[in-house]
């Protein structure tokens, strides 16, 4: 298999408003089945006029389940 290739067409990616850490909402990444070949991103990109001149620190929650290989990168 080739894991070091992006195939973003085998991977689902949507909102979850039941599982959540706080807010409303979660994103989710998904494999469409089991045979999902190499790996797809989730992005989230944000409006940055509000931050300029400030330092930021981003962090994020991650759940994942039947993963092989790496759940985050960053």
Do not use: C
């Amino acid at each position: 298999m080739d894991y070091d290739k992006d195939t973003p067409s085998d991977y689902e990616t949507g909102l979850d408003n039941r599982i959540v850490h706080s807010g409303t909402n979660s994103a989710y990444l998904k494999s469409k089945d089991k045979k999902a070949r190499g790996f797809a991103t989730l992005i989230q990109q944000i409006k940055s006029d509000r931050y300029r001149r400030e330092r930021l620190q981003f962090s994020a929650f991650v759940k994942s389940e039947d993963v092989k290989g790496s759940a985050v990168y960053g």
